[in-house]
């Protein structure tokens, strides 16, 4: 009895330990190639705004952050710098700067999405017509599968 509980117990956790590794990992296989350095520098010239992505905001820790500049222009963010890998992570501006879970969740129904982040070393994303970049004034980086705050940056 005491060795059938054992090997339940090793069992549970290493199927544990593979699911976890593997919502890590999963990601990072999976990623999109980033854009090369001068396509981002590029995109980023004609820049109206730009803010940094910084590691040691509240809401963001070991295995949630960003880094870098972002770069905005009324058609695209561009990104350039480095993302924690994660699943399901978006792109999101919002009407005011928030730095944690909840900050964002008590604001996420006035920010508007932009689309989906896949590349976690840069990335360019299109910003859709009809949105005003003017209406907002910070990027955030969310994970809808998680819930969870990523990053932000205040660019006005």
């Known amino acids: 009895m005491k060795k059938t509980i054992l090997l339940a117990a090793s069992h549970l956790a290493a199927l544990a330990l593979g699911f976890g590794l593997g919502v890590y990992f999963l990601p990072i296989l ?17 820049a109206a705004y730009s803010a940094t992505f910084r590691k040691d905001l509240p809401g963001s820790d070991a295995v949630h952050w960003g880094t870098g500049t972002i770069s905005v222009t009324p058609q695209r963010i561009v990104h350039q710098g480095e993302l924690a890998p994660g699943p399901d992570y978006k792109i999101y501006l919002a009407p005011s700067y928030v730095d944690t879970d909840e900050g964002f969740r008590a604001i996420k129904a006035q920010s508007v999405q932009l689309g989906s982040i896949k590349s976690y070393k840069g990335f360019i ?5 009809g949105v005003d970049i003017e209406k907002y004034d910070t990027v ?14 205040k660019y006005r």
């Open 140 to 153: 955030v980086i969310w994970c809808e599968a998680f819930g969870k705050f990523i990053t932000a940056g």
């Open 30 to 46: 999976v990623a999109e190639r980033a854009p090369d350095a001068a396509q981002l520098a590029t995109a980023a010239k004609s």
């Open 125 to 129: 994303a299109q910003v859709p017509a």
